[in-house]
């Protein structure tokens, strides 16, 4: 299989521009494109009064990981490997098309694939700062971790940072201790599915859906037809189904919870990390440097290095709070002759929602999130 890669080289001149795009076939899978015009048109407002270049890549390439060190232990010979988790957790391929893109799942399996196979790690922190996700691709990080672990024997430590809500929560299950800020929002226990029906607004302006189907539950939850309350039994059925297991989930993995706040600890709601303290869902309160000290006695070494993972081209961390998922530099300017006076711009923002799925929550597709937490 095929992935079709485009680089686009735009010029900027007073009186307009000039666009020229080239077409890469590599080994990979074959993805839809973008259009060309439209992007042109959106980089418009960036003529000035002199001819200026802007280059960049509508669909990323693979990334070989380096590993930096962000914190050492001093005689330090050992190493823990920070794992970043953040943003939405789902299974699923997108465009880097000036943003971060690529599948959540691969990057956390590329990385914990690193740290197995080096010997020089001995430990694993995940750094969550998710709302969640979507179901599967929750439960797929969940299944690699604790896949990891079953492997390589070296113990995991989670850190929760900002948020560590629903599926974040529900991937934090996998580590052996989870640390959490006192003011981590985290919880949000539970499995949505979010719709919307726009079957009366239509209605009042004459506007009548209707489809041809195979059966009468071919359609559920479809937003231009009437609301069908045995349809919506169907989906709260999946919900619940969905539910129970992140339930157990809670029971296997945290079977210190206590019992009698167990039923209002999942009902959905958030709450802070020092409350999951004490709803026995988290261990204990504290940050990234405690997650590090916390991996060391798990793994039984004295002293160690602090690494991340990050792809080539990324942002290098400064330290353990910077992601090392960030997305390569801002397209680089430059004047005609290959000088660029050192600028780096990030001006342009693209939808290019239809080229791949969206990462947000879309209408009668299953979640464990928190949407008050998404992006």
Known sequence: MRTLRFVITLTILPAGFALQASCY?????????????????????????????????????????????????????????????????????????????????DEIVARLNMAADDPGVKAVIL??????????????VYSEIMRFKEKTGKPVVVSMSEVAASGGYYVSLAGDKIIAYPTTITGSIG???????????????????????????KDLANSLE?????QYA?????????????????????????????????DGRIFSGR???SLGLVDSLGGIHDAFDEAKILANIPSAKMVKYRPEGAIRPRSPYAS????????????????????????????????????????????????????
């Open 275 to 277: 409350e999951g303290v």
């Open 226 to 230: 009437p609301m069908r309350e045995s």
């Open 127 to 140: 750094r969550v700062n998710s709302p969640g996700g979507s179901v599967t691709g929750s439960d797929v």
């Open 25 to 105: 076939l590599v080994s990979m899978q074959m993805r839809r494109t973008a259009s060309c015009a439209s992007l042109a048109l959106a980089c418009l407002f960036l003529s000035a009064c002199t001819p200026l270049t802007v280059s960049f890549e509508l669909f990323g390439r693979e990334k070989k990981l380096t590993e930096t060190v962000v914190d050492e232990d001093d005689r330090a010979v050992w190493k823990v490997a920070v794992i970043d988790i953040d943003g939405l957790i789902y299974d699923a391929n997108l465009p880097a098309l000036l943003a971060k893109g690529g599948n959540p799942a």
């Open 234 to 266: 169907i989906l709260q059925n999946l919900v619940d189904e969905f539910y129970a297991n992140f339930k157990a989930k809670v029971k296997e993995r945290r079977p210190n919870a206590d019992m009698t706040r167990f039923d209002q600890a999942t």
């Open 191 to 217: 499995v949505i599915i979010p719709t919307i029906n726009f079957s009366n607004g239509l209605n009042r302006i004459g506007i009548v859906a209707r489809s041809v189907k195979s059966g009468p539950n």
């Open 324 to 375: 090392a998922n960030e997305p390569m530099v801002a397209p680089q300017m430059t004047q005609p002759g290959g000088t660029s006076g050192g600028t780096e711009i990030n001006l342009l923002q693209i939808n290019a929602q239809g080229l791949y799925p969206a990462s947000g929550p879309a209408p009668s597709a299953v979640y464990y999130l928190w949407l008050a937490g998404e992006p």
